[in-house]
């Protein structure tokens, strides 16, 4: 099973940015597709981003894109979301997450194997 730790968040005014990291360890990298997640209080886990194996594609919903962005380092075993122009409903927790054997990407949580503890990030108005 692959391990990830999260870092990188923390509280930012509206208009700003974060970059949240993750970093695997356990399993071969270069085999798995990663996605990040959010939950906010009271609310069901929300995919926010994708991307392959191989970084050759990558998915967003629209509550998102064109926002954030996505990517990967396959040698240092990482993956990071640039978050721009966050909004106060941003606001969540947010989980790095892990697929095998990475042929797609899928935004149903329960599509993923492992997963990150979170890092808070809060966007206030």
């Known amino acids: 099973q692959v391990q990830l730790v999260e870092s990188g968040g923390g509280l930012v005014q509206a208009g700003g940015s974060l970059r949240l990291s993750c970093t695997a360890s356990?399993?071969?990298?270069?085999?798995?597709?990663m996605a990040w997640f959010r939950q906010a209080s009271g609310k069901e886990r929300e995919f926010v981003a994708g991307?392959?194996?191989?970084?050759?594609?990558?998915h967003y919903p629209d509550s998102v894109k064109g926002r954030f962005t996505i990517s990967r380092d396959n040698a240092k075993n990482t993956v990071n979301l640039q978050m721009n122009s966050l909004k106060p409903e941003d606001t969540a927790v947010y989980y790095c997450?892990?697929?095998?054997?990475?042929?797609?990407?899928?935004?149903?949580?329960?599509?993923?194997?492992?997963w990150g503890q979170g890092t808070q990030v809060t966007v206030s108005s």
């Open positions: 997450a892990a697929d095998w054997p990475g042929s797609r990407i899928h935004i149903d949580y329960y599509e993923y194997d492992s």
């Open positions: 991307i392959t194996w191989n970084g050759d594609s990558t």
């Open positions: 356990g399993r071969q990298f270069s085999s798995i597709n």
